[in-house]
């Protein structure tokens, strides 16, 4: 009797074989998601190179996402979550701050707090505030959580509270004021020398100039 011959496998076959038992128990969709955060252009990727990457078929990776849109809205509401993450830890939005000094240091740690964000994760950070970001900020927050934007409003809020403005802030004061931290960090991610430095000191600094436009 005559043996069929075996052909070795090739690394394309190691590659699937690998992929369907790493992507076990469902964990395909979660690995996706790590992928696409970890890449240096996130809003360039595509399923199609994130399945290669992930060893599967692009059919599996649309059994787990509808197409690249739900994919990036996933990704952007991990940004989100994150963000939260680093307001929380700087500031404590549900009390006020009890002194003048409190209420200052709140909003410069709020803004360092961004900027570090936009330091340390630039390609979501553009993800998520990007020109073409609206979609993806939108699907990211549903009505249960907290928007990030309340974190500056509280801010504002509490100079006023403890005396540091004369009044209470308005719409307007709000744009000029996330205008600020959010324009340093834009320039920052552009490398535009006078943006650059230590992120305390800028923070700090940003946050002295906005008091000093709302007083």
Do not use: C
């Amino acid at each position: 009797m005559s043996q069929v011959a075996t052909r070795p496998p090739t690394k394309a076959t190691r590659a699937s074989s690998a992929g369907a038992k790493r992507f076990h128990h469902g964990s395909l969709r979660q690995s996706l998601l790590d992928a696409a955060l970890a890449a240096p252009d996130i809003e360039g990727v595509s399923l199609n190179q994130l399945a290669a990457g992930a060893g599967v078929t692009p059919a599996a990776v649309y059994r787990h996402f509808a197409g690249r849109e739900e994919l990036l809205a996933d990704v952007a509401r991990i940004g989100f979550d994150r963000l939260e993450a680093r307001f929380a830890q700087a500031i404590d939005i549900r009390r006020p701050p009890e002194t003048a000094a409190a209420a200052a240091l709140r909003l410069a740690r709020l803004a360092k707090a961004y900027l570090g964000f936009a330091d340390d994760e630039p390609a979501l950070w553009r993800l998520m505030f990007g020109s073409k970001a609206a979609a993806y900020r939108a699907r990211a927050r549903p009505p249960e959580r907290r928007n990030t934007y309340d974190y500056l409003t509280a801010a504002l809020s509490g100079l006023h509270l403890a005396g540091v403005i004369p009044r209470s802030h308005d719409a307007q004061d709000a744009l000029f004021a996330w205008s600020a931290i959010h324009g340093a960090a834009t320039l920052r991610s552009g490398r535009v020398p006078s943006a650059l430095g230590e992120v305390g000191a800028l923070a700090n600094d940003i946050a002295t100039r906005v008091i000093r436009a709302l007083q």
